[in-house]
């Protein structure tokens, strides 16, 4: 999965590098200024046709562009900080980001939650449940069979 915030940090850092304000760069795009905006700010990531665009203009692989070959800086205060809410939680569920879920559980939202507890029920996620059982409601403690 890629991270769009990422992405967009990666390509604004490229472009300032290259000294090309947006609107430069998107005119040898041959998009908006504000559809360049939007990959930036992790709102929406570029096509594959953009991505080869991209590439050549800014002289950087497709690794470097969707930053494949980096490993996610999770700041435990705020694991989303600087990333893609989405991105995230598909690195926890699928086991490849490892933080402790006791102390940023807090850090999500209702269905994010559910997501991250569901993996727990079906052991896909080991965690300590006496650590997290006091961070969960009563409907999520039903949700995981009263574990």
């Not at 990666?10 to 559809?35: G, M, P, V, W, Y």
């Not at 990333?83 to 926890?92: A, C, D, E, L, T």
Request: aromatic residues 6%; glycine residues 4%.
């Amino acid at each position: 999965m890629i991270d769009s915030v990422q992405v967009g940090n990666k390509i604004s850092a490229l472009r300032r590098n290259a000294n090309l304000s947006q609107e430069q760069l998107a005119d040898k795009l041959f998009i908006t200024r504000q559809a360049l905006s939007k990959w930036e700010t992790g709102i929406s990531v570029p096509t594959l046709d953009m991505l080869v665009l991209l590439s050549r203009h800014l002289n950087a692989t497709f690794d470097e562009i969707l930053c494949l070959d980096e490993t996610p800086m999770i700041d435990p205060d705020n694991i989303f900080a600087g990333h893609s809410r989405q991105f995230i939680i598909k690195k926890i569920t699928s086991g490849a980001l490892k933080v402790d879920l006791p102390n940023v559980l807090y850090q999500m939202s209702p269905s994010e939650r559910l997501l991250i507890l569901r993996e727990i029920r079906d052991g896909k996620l080991e965690v300590d449940f006496q650590e997290l059982e006091s961070r969960l409601s009563l409907s999520e403690k039903k949700f995981l069979g009263g574990k």
